[in-house]
T-cell receptor
């Protein structure tokens, strides 16, 4: 089976940096994704890491270590609008089957 | 915006009644998914489809059925709704194309279902 672990809640100050960790155990692994979801909204894609290392997209960066089954999402220069839930998801697509398994999400609260 | 709509957006129904939720996409994606989202559980896959009339079960498929008679429409049916099926239901599509390494999914706006 698949399992992903991420903290349930994180609080950080506006302008600061926050890191949301994700560890996973899966039978198949092709990559690690991150999705953002604001209250009442739909999840939206943020990033995808297939290889080890850091991927940067503006204020957001995502890191993957395949050997440690670990990744994180780094948010810099936090803004109030970053208050949302963040989900890591493992791409465990088998042959011809495209699927993601999601973690339970981390609720980020950005405070002034 | 991947052109995904869901209907209805909100529904209240009674235990034991059948309910059908519709997902419609405009961009001819092959893969479509139904998830449910509950507090403390994240997103859990109910069923998915990899083509017209081709569907398979996900993690939490009991009590649900699906159909896909056209590429653009993916229907989720609760044959006899129960209170445990009160949830937010999201439809999604895979933007991955053959050979592409990255699995990216785009979600519809969701349907809030309350079963009394």
């Amino acid at each position: 089976g698949q399992s992903l672990e991420q903290p349930s809640e994180v609080t950080a100050v506006e302008g600061a940096i926050v890191q949301i960790n994700c560890t996973y155990q899966t039978s198949g692994f092709y990559g690690l994704s991150w999705y953002q979801q604001h209250d009442g909204g739909a999840p939206t894609f943020l990033s995808y890491n297939a290889l080890d290392g850091l991927e940067e997209t503006g204020r957001f960066s995502s890191f993957l270590s395949r050997s440690d089954s670990y990744g994180y999402l780094l948010l810099q220069e936090l803004q109030m609008k970053d208050s949302a839930s963040y989900f890591c998801a493992v791409d465990d697509s088998g042959a011809g089957s495209y699927q993601l398994t999601f973690g339970k999400g981390t609720k980020l609260s950005v405070i002034p | 915006d991947a052109g995904i709509t869901q209907s209805p957006r909100h529904k209240v129904t009674e235990t034991g009644t059948p309910v059908t939720l519709r997902c419609h996409q405009t961009e001819n994606h092959r893969y479509m998914y139904w998830y449910r989202q509950d507090p403390g559980h994240g997103l859990r896959l109910i069923h998915y489809s990899y083509g017209v009339k081709d569907t398979d079960k996900g993690e939490v498929s009991d009590g649900y059925s699906v159909s896909r008679s056209k590429t653009e429409d993916f229907l989720l049916t609760l044959e006899s709704a129960t209170s445990s099926q009160t949830s937010v239901y999201f439809c999604a599509i895979s933007a991955r194309t053959g050979g592409a390494a990255q699995e990216t999914q785009y979600f519809g706006p969701g349907t809030r279902l309350l079963v009394l």
